[in-house]
């Protein structure tokens, strides 16, 4: 019943969005659908039982997390877009609102679903809806943008459709009832035949891999995130990628239960380190910082993944940082937004003291970087130790030595573009632009860097079981 | 089980070759459009009794897969005024080559991969990997945007019929979002198509490479 | 008691810098919200201080362990002596700083960053106490963290000067370094201790890991405290940070690396010989290295930022000569050796933070910081003048000064080393003896250069020469600093106590309390007298000239030439002109001196520059090449969407194979 | 109490006598029969008599070189014991006391000398601490190897401790130790072939350029202060090299009387044998003192 809520009703907002001609309105169709969205969303939270929905349709704690970050994230994200589509009367605010909204009924629908095909076509549609959103702003590199989006983005959902139908063959394989669903894939894990599961595995690990930004398939990542305006920007690298992640744990939860989970690991320790690596090689002497947000956002996934990897203390740690890097992201996307606006240009040859041209964008960029690299007092801080003792815990020296290394290249890359972007003075034409931050584009931002610094300082107590809850859903090693 | 169905398992992958070797983007489209009827007539050939579903999915596929996704490229090619040459990164020859290698490897591959008993499997697999990486190839050594669309039809085709497997296993509505996905993705990408022509007045993909580190 | 009084003031402390936040810029508000914050941090600074004093009086230890909302470690606290210790340097420095900045960094004068200033003062105070007091992991890092940042803020207070940018990147990158370092250390010791709880190891559990903490510890906190090689970010921070900020990076935060590795050390029941030698080692060359680019510079900031660095080196050998202590079970050299680190943090954080002031005040007045500019300032700033040469007689640690008191614990036990009472022998730390007195002397010849070169003789610009003395409240900073280095040097008994309390802190676990005798092999009323005495016969000297006949007065004799001009006096860089060719091989100094070849040569301009051999040969174009190399990469990424989707085949075939 | 009386009168009255026979010897050794003995005392007598002429930019610190490094030297001398006596001030600790009261007088000194602004003085003063923190660490290894041979950390009980059997079985890092600090005693005062005290050439000078602008009763005090530094260092030499004592307090004064005139004999004949060093090779002759020094704690502890 909840779940019809939570999933029908921005479709609906969304028809609506295309359907009504007057653009006020639509506008305020965002925020209302947002409020809405949230509040359904707390209602779950408060009481779980609300979410008994069908085999197909489910609610764990997993899925509450994303749901509820995907929710927050909508909710900030469409004040921005408010006053976002103000500064651009000239776009048909159409398209705009109406994939926005099918975005969020989507990624609500893959965190509902536990039928992995319906997932699949959840996370296609996802692709699908926010392909013209990264095409809004109508330019030769937008288009190209989208084109590459759209083409990588898809063949790699179409191998992890491919994976789905070998887990599937997997169990039928083994003589047992096929079926997608995942309480009944995870119930005759124990039986379904190794070598397929294996293969499975792997598909569905790059190909919604691909979806979440892992290296080398985050290729897309930089060129989408580079050209779509900056909330899409959020809600890609905070919305989506959470979406892409909790499939992945979906189908790693299946091998766990198959007793697979050293070969599971194995993949994911070096993905993360591979991704973490690749973004901190991309990110140094970067001179774009929407795309260097972008690489960042690729090394994360490989923390998260990684931190999969490692598992023990580190799930926990995985599953926090999760939220953290959504959150962070969020903030850091919004001021980047913000600050390409003032300067009409993303590069640091242009760009430099934001934080005088722009108070606050300019601060939140600089305290999002200090977050977004590990520093307390923020949450990622914690998140980042914690998987850091894990791996030590479990005696991994190499590989925490590793992770640390390529954590502080990130932080040199990451830190040189982003000083120069806020120290300094502008230039005297920036300084003459127009673009003034309002209360409506400056707001949200601050609020998903005021909720990092309490997760870095005060995990709240529903949350925190929440996180124990999921993390107990991955953690069924033998 | 009927021979008929290992004739278009057959047929389907030598299509594949044909789609490799074609010069023509017409023709191209023409012959994915001739694979996709193909796809939809299997479903009726894997198991003896015939269900309404069996018939349904087969209908929607044939209507989807060698119809309408056609026409609509069909539609593009009209739109864009261009070269009709598929104009390949990797010679014709060569790519035709590399896919009868590829459908050797995966022939190759179905033997190591353990199969469950029914002898129809052992060809089932091979094709659809074949059809698989066919669908690579023509993603990755073909130069218009419009070619590489239809290496993503092929690549979803040897999907599909790796799902001939689990035909009873899938529930209907999957099928139908699956095929229903795959029409909005080729849409959406013809809608991007028609923007590239205009932008570039070209569907050369070596255009599209200003964005890069 | 002491507790809750130390965790109000670090409050008051933290929110001082906050009434300036208030957005919207109503000059009116400016001098107010500065005249508030600096009456909240004197206020912290009583607060804590009476707290500080009398834990270590008492020596009694008080916790507080509370649950609280992370997943990880607990907010557990503790105050014991070893802490207060640090702990006093903490509240003091920083309310005189902000005193001084009332003068020094007016808000009327800096609109812009004098808000931004006085918050990340205030936190970056707090966050110092934060760390001294921790005994949890978490809450350790968490301290350390913010402090590491707010001081990245205070040193890139300048931030549209791109000196202070560049300064600050070094300095962020340095700390973000040391952090790493510490991650895994405390990661460690968690594995070991299985809690986050700061406590000492079982030797047991210490065995596997102690090697792989200790190196980390060192190049951690040494990272922060400024031991060479490590000392890179240092100069740079502190001579483009306000002056009073530089006074408190250098006064007090590189003691909470000295404090992190004090700390650490103490979890460890038998740490090797090794240890302790490479301790020594490294403090040994720490001092060397540290005055010898001291002497090369003529910046006086960057001056007085290397002088730390080799009081750095002399805090380092008394702490390796303790470790050394503990290895081998000697009480006399833990309580001479740590007695005599611990008492040179106080003394380094009296006289530098001075010095610190001085050389504001002097900037303030003549507006450059070169010395060679200088000159001539005794007429011009007395008091500033009377001031600066006090602190540079502590820092030279002559007598009868504060300085000279803990170097002479250092050195009694490395003589003690040598088993004088024939006790066990560990005689290769009485070898750092000799370089401490090398150290001296050319600390002397550093203070020397200083003093005389900004000072003393004629102006050598027309800025210096129209230099004016400072303001009341400025010169009651420096004056309460250097009133502190008299006191403690010529009463130097009334420390032993209270440095007892912190060394047996440190002990008590492990090798139990420290004989009071061991530190008072050295009898501090002799050292008073002594003191009393000097001052005493040299007042006598001065009343004598006072009586004595009306002196003449006319220009300097320059064996007979006819006009001198202030640019004939010798220059500072002149003055150590010797020296710095003695050091050429450390040094590589990058002079530029004019060939003159015609017959009638034109003018030429000698210019000589001493860079920082580590940072600007070693560091830097290390980060050079590896941002030319990295970018290499860059050609996976070509934009060529065939060769993207190919990727994703090869990645799949790749882990299908590797699984 | 005696004792001290005789320390302190012997401390204030012997050094210009010390600077005398110098002097007379050099002469000696010139065919010239030289200035009285006593030629000294007179020069202060008339320079305490005189007016003095100061320089228009110099500050109290002017005044403090001279009387500052006085009092240092003064209160040195009272730590440092004389022949078979002990010092009237004697506590552990008090010969790294001594060392830095010598350093305190450096540091007034020549910042008295650039007080003046003047060239020269510069010059003198930057020579003076150059070298001086050479002969630091030479002083301390030789004082590290007394300690560890009389296992005391005081001037006095570390000079009357077995020295004379520790001649007997530690004899090399002994003589080692004494050469080191002979060394260091010459150039500490500026004696050849460190510096030269009556060269006429300001260019050469060390010390004496420093203080060129101190006229009158300073000059005199500074002139004092010299002549007590060699005093004092000029015992702990005489001590080391010969630790003999008779027992009776009597001859025991007259000995140590006798050793110090013997002292300034010694320095009168190498000062007249030798040559001045040119400035460059000054730090490799102290260089090699502390290497003296180095040697002979090694020998010691290994």
């Given at each position: 019943m909840l779940a019809i809520g939570l999933i029908l009703f921005p479709v609906l907002m969304a028809a609506v969005a295309f359907a009504i001609p007057w653009a006020r309105p639509r506008i305020w169709l965002l925020p209302v659908t947002g409020a809405v969205h949230l509040a359904l969303v707390a209602a779950v939270w408060r009481r779980p039982d609300l979410a008994a929905g069908t085999a197909w349709l489910a609610l764990d704690a997993l899925d509450r997390l994303v749901l509820l970050l995907v929710s927050v994230l909508f909710m900030l994200c469409s004040v921005y877009a408010m006053g976002y589509l103000g500064y651009r009367r000239g776009r048909s605010s159409r398209v705009f609102c109406g994939c926005l909204l099918m975005m969020l009924a989507m990624m609500s629908l893959v965190a509902w679903s536990h039928h992995l095909g319906l997932m699949w076509v959840a996370v296609e549609a996802t692709t699908l809806a926010s392909a013209p959103l990264i095409y809004f702003n109508r330019t030769a590199r937008s288009i190209e943008a989208t084109w590459k989006y759209l083409l990588v983005g898809s063949v790699g959902i179409a191998l992890a459709l491919l994976g789905s139908f070998f887990l599937a063959y997997a169990s039928w394989h083994a003589g047992m009832p096929t079926s997608l669903i995942l309480e009944e894939l995870i119930l005759q894990a124990p039986g379904l035949s190794t070598p397929w599961l294996h293969a499975a595995f792997v598909l569905l690990l790059v190909g919604y891999g691909t979806k979440m930004g892992l290296a080398p398939m985050h290729t897309w990542k930089p060129d989408a995130y580079g050209e779509a305006p900056g909330l899409v920007g959020a809600m890609l690298a905070g919305g989506v990628t959470s979406c892409a992640f909790l499939a992945i744990l979906r189908v790693y939860r299946v091998c766990a239960a198959a007793g697979e989970v050293e070969y599971a690991a194995r993949i994911l320790v070096l993905m993360g380190l591979v991704s973490m690596a690749l973004a901190g090689v991309f990110m140094v002497g970067q001179r774009d910082f929407k795309r260097m947000l972008a690489y960042s956002s690729v090394e994360h996934m490989g923390i998260l993944i990684f931190g999969i990897g490692i598992g023990g203390a580190a799930t926990f740690g995985a599953l926090l940082h999760l939220v953290n890097n959504a959150l962070a992201k969020g903030g850091m996307f919004l001021a980047a937004g913000n600050i390409h606006r003032a300067y009409e240009s993303k590069s640091t040859e242009d760009v430099r003291g934001a934080m005088r041209r722009l108070p606050v964008s300019g601060s939140l960029f600089l305290v999002g970087f200090i977050a977004v690299t590990g520093s307390p007092p923020f949450g990622p801080f914690l998140s980042e130790f914690a998987i850091l003792n894990g791996a030590l815990g479990s005696g991994r020296f190499v590989v925490s030595a590793l992770f640390l290394l390529f954590l502080l290249i990130v932080f040199i890359g990451m830190g040189a573009t982003v000083l120069s972007v806020v120290q300094g003075r502008p230039s005297p034409q920036a300084r003459a632009g127009g673009y003034r931050e309002g209360i409506l584009t400056a707001a949200p931002g601050l609020i998903f860097m005021g909720c990092v610094l309490m997760l870095g300082l005060y995990v709240p107590g529903p949350l925190r079981a929440a996180l124990l809850e999921a993390a107990a859903l991955l953690e069924v090693r033998p | 089980m009927t021979p008929l169905f290992e004739t278009l398992l057959v047929l389907v992958l030598l299509l594949n070759l044909v789609a490799l070797g074609i010069s023509r983007i017409r023709a191209l489209i023409r012959t994915v459009a001739l694979q996709g009827i193909v796809l939809g007539a299997m479903p009726l050939f894997v198991h003896e009794h015939i269900d309404v579903r069996v018939v349904l999915v087969s209908l929607v596929t044939v209507a989807m897969k060698g119809m309408v996704i056609p026409a609509m490229l069909q539609k593009a090619m009209r739109d864009v005024q261009i070269k009709r040459e598929v104009e390949p990164l990797v010679g014709l020859i060569p790519s035709m080559m590399l896919?009868?290698?590829?459908?050797?490897?995966?022939?190759?591959?179905?033997?190591?991969?353990?199969?469950?008993?029914?002898?129809?499997?052992?060809?089932?697999?091979?094709?659809?990997?074949?059809?698989?990486?066919?669908?690579?190839?023509?993603?990755?050594?073909?130069?218009?945007?419009?070619?590489?669309?239809?290496?993503?039809?092929?690549?979803?085709?040897?999907?599909?019929?790796?799902?001939?497997?689990?035909?009873?296993?899938?529930?209907?509505?999957?099928?139908?979002?699956?095929?229903?996905?795959?029409?909005?993705?080729?849409?959406?990408?013809?809608?991007?198509?028609?923007?590239?022509?205009r932008e570039f007045s070209s569907l050369d993909t070596r255009q599209l490479s200003t964005l890069k580190d | 008691m002491s507790m809750s009084l130390t965790l109000l003031s670090i409050v008051l402390v933290a929110v001082s810098g906050c009434p300036g936040l208030w957005p919207g810029g109503r000059p009116t508000r400016g001098p107010a919200s500065q005249w508030m914050a600096t009456m909240l941090m004197l206020g912290g600074a009583i607060v804590g201080g009476i707290a500080c004093l009398v834990v270590l009086r008492s020596g009694q230890a008080e916790e507080l362990d509370r649950a609280w909302f992370l997943p990880w470690g607990r907010f557990a606290l503790r105050l014991d002596a070893l802490s207060a210790l640090f702990l006093l340097p903490v509240f003091v420095v920083p309310a005189l700083g902000s005193i001084y900045g009332m003068g020094y960094w007016r808000q009327a004068e800096h609109p812009e960053n004098g808000r931004r200033l006085r918050f990340f003062y205030g936190l970056l105070s707090a966050s110092m106490a934060m760390v001294v007091l921790a005994h949890d992991a978490i809450v350790f890092l968490l301290a350390w963290e913010i402090m590491a940042i707010a001081a990245f803020f205070l040193i890139t207070t300048e931030d549209d000067n791109s000196a202070a940018r560049q300064a600050g990147w070094i300095y962020l990158i340095a700390a973000h370094l040391g952090t790493l370092c510490l991650l895994p250390m405390f990661g460690l010791l968690a594995a070991a201790r299985g809690s986050f709880m700061i406590e000492p190891l079982p030797v047991e559990a210490a065995r596997g890991i102690s090697t792989a903490v200790f190196v980390l510890a060192l190049v951690g906190f040494g990272l922060k405290a400024g031991i060479f090689p490590l000392h890179v970010w240092l100069p740079g921070a502190h001579s483009n940070a306000p002056s009073h900020v530089s006074a408190l990076l250098s006064g007090v935060m590189l003691k909470m690396g000295v404090y992190g590795l004090v700390r650490t050390l103490g979890l460890f029941p038998a740490p090797p010989d090794w240890w302790g030698g490479t301790l020594l080692a490294v403090g040994a060359a720490t001092g060397l290295v540290g005055i010898v680019y001291a002497l090369a510079q003529h910046d006086i900031k960057r001056l007085l930022a290397y002088s730390s660095i080799e009081n750095i080196g002399i805090i380092m050998i008394g702490v390796g000569l303790a470790a050394v202590g503990r290895a081998r079970h000697q009480p006399e050299w833990i309580a001479l050796g740590l007695g005599g680190a611990l008492f040179h943090v106080w003394n380094h954080a009296l006289f530098k933070p001075l010095l610190f002031f001085a050389a504001g005040s002097v900037i303030h007045g003549a507006h450059t910081r070169d010395i060679d500019r200088l000159g001539g300032l005794a007429r011009r700033m007395p008091r500033t003048a009377v001031l600066f040469s006090l602190g540079a007689v502590a820092a030279c640690g002559l007598p009868p000064l504060n300085g000279f008191v803990s170097e002479l614990l250092i050195y009694a036990g490395l003589f003690g080393s040598l088993g004088l009472q024939g006790g066990p022998t560990w005689p290769w730390a009485a070898f750092a003896a000799p370089v401490l007195a090398l150290v001296g002397g050319l600390v002397i010849a550093c203070f020397v250069k200083a003093y005389g070169g900004i000072f003393l003789g004629s102006p050598r610009t027309p800025d210096s020469a129209a230099a004016h003395d400072v303001g009341r409240g400025m010169l009651w900073a420096m004056t309460a600093l250097a009133a502190g280095c008299l006191v403690i040097g010529l009463t130097p008994g009334l420390i032993i106590g209270p440095l007892r309390q912190a060394v047996t802190a440190w002990t008590a676990d492990i090798d139990g309390d420290v004989p009071i005798a061991a530190l008072a092999i050295i009898p501090m009323a002799w050292i008073s007298v002594m003191g009393v005495a000097l001052v005493a016969l040299t007042s006598l000297g001065a009343a004598a000239w006072r009586l004595a006949r009306p002196s003449r007065a006319t220009g300097t004799w320059d064996c007979g030439f006819a006009a001198p001009t202030p640019r004939m006096q010798y220059t500072a860089s002149s003055f150590t002109q010797i020296l710095v060719a003695m050091f050429r091989w450390a040094l590589w100094p990058d002079q530029r001196r004019p060939h003159p070849m015609s017959r009638f040569p034109t003018g030429g301009h000698y210019r000589s520059h001493v860079p920082d051999l580590v940072l600007e040969r070693g560091v830097l174009p290390a980060i050079r090449i590896t941002a030319r190399l990295l970018p290499r990469a860059r050609l996976l990424q070509q934009g060529k969407v065939q060769i993207y989707v190919l990727y994703i085949l090869v990645i799949l075939i790749v882990l299908l194979a590797w699984g | 109490?005696?004792?001290?009386?005789?320390?302190?009168?012997?401390?204030?009255?012997?050094?210009?006598?010390?600077?005398?026979?110098?002097?007379?010897?050099?002469?000696?050794?010139?065919?010239?029969?030289?200035?009285?003995?006593?030629?000294?005392?007179?020069?202060?007598?008339?320079?305490?008599?005189?007016?003095?002429?100061?320089?228009?930019?110099?500050?109290?610190?002017?005044?403090?070189?001279?009387?500052?490094?006085?009092?240092?030297?003064?209160?040195?001398?009272?730590?440092?014991?004389?022949?078979?006596?002990?010092?009237?001030?004697?506590?552990?600790?008090?010969?790294?006391?001594?060392?830095?009261?010598?350093?305190?007088?450096?540091?007034?000194?020549?910042?008295?000398?650039?007080?003046?602004?003047?060239?020269?003085?510069?010059?003198?003063?930057?020579?003076?601490?150059?070298?001086?923190?050479?002969?630091?660490?030479?002083?301390?290894?030789?004082?590290?190897?007394?300690?560890?041979?009389?296992?005391?950390?005081?001037?006095?009980?570390?000079?009357?401790?077995?020295?004379?059997?520790?001649?007997?079985?530690?004899?090399?890092?002994?003589l080692l130790v004494l050469a080191g600090l002979f060394i260091v005693l010459l150039a500490e005062n500026c004696r050849i072939p460190v510096d030269d005290p009556n060269t006429h050439l300001e260019l050469t000078m060390i010390h004496e350029v420093m203080v060129l602008d101190h006229s009158g009763p300073l000059f005199g005090a500074i002139m004092y202060g010299a002549a007590l530094k060699l005093f004092v260092l000029g015992a702990l030499v005489t001590r080391v090299a010969l630790p003999v004592e008779t027992g009776w307090i009597a001859l025991d004064w007259i000995l140590f009387t006798a050793q110090m005139l013997a002292l300034a004999v010694v320095i009168g004949v190498v000062e007249s044998v030798m040559a001045r060093l040119r400035m460059k090779q000054v730090p490799t002759l102290l260089i090699a003192a502390c290497l003296l020094g180095g040697f002979g704690l090694l020998l010691l502890v290994t």
């Open positions: - | 896919g009868a290698t590829a459908t050797a490897l995966a022939v190759a591959l179905a033997q190591f991969l353990p199969l469950a008993g029914e002898h129809i499997v052992g060809l089932v697999v091979p094709t659809s990997l074949a059809t698989v990486l066919t669908g690579f190839l023509l993603l990755t050594t073909r130069l218009k945007a419009i070619s590489q669309v239809l290496g993503y039809l092929v690549l979803e085709n040897g999907i599909f019929i790796f799902g001939l497997l689990l035909l009873e296993a899938m529930p209907l509505l999957v099928e139908m979002g699956v095929l229903l996905d795959l029409l909005v993705a080729i849409f959406v990408m013809g809608i991007i198509l028609n923007h590239i022509n | - | 109490m005696l004792t001290t009386l005789i320390h302190v009168a012997i401390l204030l009255t012997l050094p210009p006598l010390l600077l005398g026979v110098i002097a007379r010897t050099k002469a000696l050794f010139a065919g010239r029969t030289g200035p009285s003995v006593l030629q000294p005392y007179w020069d202060l007598l008339k320079l305490a008599r005189k007016g003095v002429v100061i320089s228009s930019t110099t500050t109290w610190m002017f005044i403090a070189g001279p009387v500052v490094s006085l009092a240092a030297v003064l209160l040195a001398g009272l730590m440092m014991p004389m022949g078979a006596f002990n010092a009237p001030i004697s506590f552990t600790g008090d010969l790294i006391l001594f060392a830095y009261l010598l350093a305190l007088s450096r540091f007034f000194t020549t910042a008295a000398a650039l007080d003046t602004g003047s060239a020269f003085e510069g010059m003198g003063a930057a020579r003076e601490v150059t070298f001086a923190c050479l002969a630091e660490p030479a002083l301390i290894f030789a004082l590290l190897v007394l300690a560890k041979l009389s296992g005391a950390l005081s001037l006095s009980p570390m000079l009357h401790g077995p020295l004379l059997d520790a001649w007997l079985h530690a004899g090399a890092p002994l």
